[in-house]
């Protein structure tokens, strides 16, 4: 596709179960990041991807949040045991490259756990 | 050291008026400072960026001014109309190392009255 994609792009889920929300990114880019948009709040850095290294998951809130990406495709990242604290806004980007381009942003996928 | 402060909160202007919004920051080693718009449901998107070995950048109507002694960089919309009525978040990065993290400001509800 043209852009990043997101799915789902709304989740309501109970306290207490997993979720898992994932980011198509643009075809060829190395790079992808996940942050997490409270409401009326900033971005918060949660996981980066670069290529086949390993991940840089310094931003991940918890030991309930886990992100994979297999290549350079698909990732998904899971919430375990969701708490209400959690409800946000997911997005994630991708970059061209780890030194050039800008980070181009998904539409996100909205979490709401009651 | 990391954190990236912005404001105001929010701004209303009048059609046709100038739109400010500034950032400060405080790690002399960022080398990276992106605006993204980002419009509701919508993930946000790059608008201007600059890098701090130049003042000013100018785009169409858009432009950064940066102060590399103060640690300052703001974002400058002239002839403001209502189509530019959006979330505004500055961000800074050290890039060309690690994951280049942006790290947000916490966004400014701009609305431009007709």
């Known amino acids: 596709g043209a852009g990043v994609s997101q799915s789902p792009s709304n989740k309501v889920t109970e306290k207490g179960k997993d979720v898992e929300l994932r980011c198509d990114p643009i075809?060829?880019?190395?790079?992808l990041y996940w942050y997490r948009q409270r409401l009326g709040q900033g971005l918060e850095f949660l996981i980066y991807?670069?290529?086949?290294?390993?991940?840089?998951k310094s931003g991940l809130p918890s030991d309930r949040f886990s992100a994979e990406r297999t290549g350079e495709s698909v990732s998904t990242l899971t919430i375990q045991r969701t708490q209400q604290e959690d409800s946000a806004v997911y997005l994630c980007?991708?970059?061209?490259?780890?030194?050039?381009?800008?980070?181009?942003f998904g539409p996100g996928t909205r979490l709401t756990v009651l | 050291q990391q954190q990236v402060k912005q404001s105001p909160q929010s701004l209303i202007v009048q059609k046709g008026g100038i739109s400010i919004i500034n950032c400060a920051y405080e790690?002399?080693?960022?080398?990276?400072f992106p605006w993204y718009q980002q419009f509701p449901g919508k993930g946000p998107a790059l608008l201007i960026a600059?890098?701090?070995?130049?003042s000013e950048k100018k785009e169409g109507r858009f432009t950064i001014s940066f102060n590399k002694s103060a640690k300052q960089f703001s974002l400058h919309i002239m002839d403001s109309q209502p189509g530019d009525s959006a979330t505004y978040f500055c961000?800074?990065?050290?890039?060309?190392?690690?994951?280049?993290?942006?790290?947000f400001g916490q966004g400014t509800r701009l609305t431009i009255n007709p």
């Open positions: 600059i890098r701090p070995d130049v």
């Open positions: 790690n002399t080693a960022f080398d990276y």
């Open positions: 980007a991708s970059r061209a490259s780890s030194l050039a381009g800008g980070r181009f």
């Open positions: 991807f670069q290529g086949n290294s390993a991940p840089d």
């Open positions: 075809s060829g880019h190395t790079a």
């Open positions: 961000a800074a990065s050290i890039e060309g190392q690690g994951a280049q993290k942006l790290v």
